[in-house]
């Protein structure tokens, strides 16, 4: 019954912005991490950003600091990515992540292409 879904993707121009969410069901969602990955067509999944159960510590990329944000509201069991100052090199599919009982939960993905 766990479920992870990820909206808010599209095309967008360099230096633009994206909201991303990913809503979720099926499990106690505030007593959970949730992480944000990012994979490009031929390259290994990157690990962008995390956020604890509480929302009070997060964690990035060193390719994505002061550009992206990633928070949380458990009342509405959404965690999103707000992603600013976009580039090229950020172009790629965006998932969320949590684990639970030593298991990985995947979200289906969302695109991101950055083009002018």
């Known amino acids: 019954q766990v479920q992870l879904v990820e909206s808010g993707g599209g095309l967008v121009q360099p230096g633009g912005s994206l909201r991303l969410s990913c809503a979720a069901s099926g499990f106690t969602f505030s007593r959970y991490a949730v992480n944000w990955y990012r994979q490009a067509p031929g390259k290994e999944r990157e690990l962008v950003a995390t956020i604890t159960s509480a929302g009070d510590s997060t964690n990035y990329a060193d390719s994505v600091k002061g550009r992206f944000t990633i928070s949380r509201d458990n009342a509405k069991k959404t965690v999103y990515l707000q992603m600013s100052s976009l580039k090229s090199e950020d172009t790629a599919v965006y998932y969320c992540?949590?684990?639970?009982?030593?298991?990985?939960?995947w979200g289906q993905g969302t695109q991101v292409t950055v083009s002018s």
């Open positions: 992540n949590t684990v639970r009982a030593a298991f990985g939960y």
